[in-house]
């Protein structure tokens, strides 16, 4: 019985994995499957400092998914990129609040994503103060996704300055401490 599952594991091809073109062009890791037709579909979740190799992102999981096989390489397109829910969970003390949003948006080229934020603030606020912080980042997502396209908001994102931008367009109503993403769906 075991020279059966050990015979179906031999016969089994390795891929290459090769993350979009916007993150790099080397080889993220391999996975093995019978044929091309098993690979593709897949989705693989590594962490972001894997790829990027900067420790401020290894708090960050992205999800990519395998839309191509060309010989023994896989091309993968983005699925999604979310916080782990330690980091996320770190972020919230005493004395401060926490607003969610998720926004459901489109880019430049017309292409759908859906935006989970949370922002932080540094004390405790009431719940008008929450509906307004909520509307205003809801407002800037939208303003910010009609002028940029998805790539854009990813690189913004990876580099902090979408998140610094969005907490300054709330930043009259309460004190922002930390906006960070919680997940993007592409």
Known sequence: MATKSADKWKSKIWFNVYPPKLLGESAIGEIPANDEKNVEGRVIKV????????????????????KSVNGNSAQTAMDYIEQTYSYIHSLVRRHSSAVYTIDKLKDKNGHELVLKLLAVTNNKIRTPK???I???IQKFSEEYMSSHTADELLNAILDNSFQMEASKSVGNIARIGKLELKRIEF
């Open 47 to 66: 962490s972001m400092s894997w790829i990027t190799h900067k420790p401020e992102h290894s708090f960050m999981l992205v999800g990519l998914r395998i």
């Open 130 to 132: 929450k509906t307004a």
């Open 134 to 136: 909520r509307k205003g």
